[in-house]
């Protein structure tokens, strides 16, 4: 659900902020090629935090728990955004760190 309004909000808002929303089964490729069993995850361009939640999710489908093999590290330019990334991070119950601002 979370995931859709996003979506939406990306479509409505993104577009006049020169911004992008990758597609969540994008993502969930990425997962998929990377698999991300435990270490750390960093996306340097987070947005609302979906790699993260990808990541988490192939650890899950694994009968594993993300939260103590994942190092979540991400930064996003745009303070809004990387608020979003770290409300999705609470709410799938996961927590990183996510640094704001232009890099």
């Known amino acids: 659900m ?4 996003l979506y939406r909000f990306a479509q409505i808002e993104g577009k006049s902020k ?3 929303f990758t597609l969540p089964f994008i993502v969930q490729l990425l997962a998929e090629i990377v698999e ?3 270490g750390r995850v960093y996306d340097p361009a987070c947005g609302s ?3 993260f939640i990808a990541s988490a999710r192939f650890i899950s489908a694994r009968n594993l728990d993300p939260r103590f093999r994942l190092s979540i590290h991400g930064a996003e330019r745009i303070n809004d955004t990387g608020r979003l990334a770290r409300m ?3 709410i799938h119950g996961l927590s990183g760190e996510i640094l704001h601002g232009a890099l």
């Open 2 to 5: 979370f995931e859709y309004f």
């Open 18 to 20: 020169r911004e992008w």
């Open 36 to 38: 991300p069993l435990q």
């Open 49 to 51: 935090g979906g790699t």
């Open 88 to 90: 999705n991070l609470a």
